[in-house]
């Protein structure tokens, strides 16, 4: 398999594309601070997780994993905030977010 081709690599990309879209609705909201936020944490997941399958060495990788970990977390903290503060988060979301935190924290266990 391709790098291009992992499941998590496919996973993030596609989770980072509906946060930028999730994010312009936000904006539209005039909910600036918290889209930033969500926007930088939600696209970095995907770009770490690349990062990670072009790393030097195995240490290399499993650190990049571990950044894409955190911020999968970070941003499932910021999706149950707006949860919690009645904003409509969309259907589906936080369970992508959830399996890629599963996904992620298997690939680390397991390298």
Known sequence: MKNDESPIRI??????????????????????????????????????????????????FKNKFGIALKEADETKYWLEILQATGRHVPKGMMEKCEELIRILVSIIKNS
């Not at 944490?41 to 195995?58: D, L």
């Open 11 to 60: 996973k993030s990309f596609e989770f980072a594309c509906d946060i930028v879209k999730y994010c312009d609705i936000l904006k539209q909201e005039k909910d600036f601070v918290i889209a930033t936020q969500l926007l930088k944490s939600g696209t970095s997941i995907g770009a770490n997780t690349r990062e990670a399958q072009r790393g030097v060495s195995k240490k290399d």
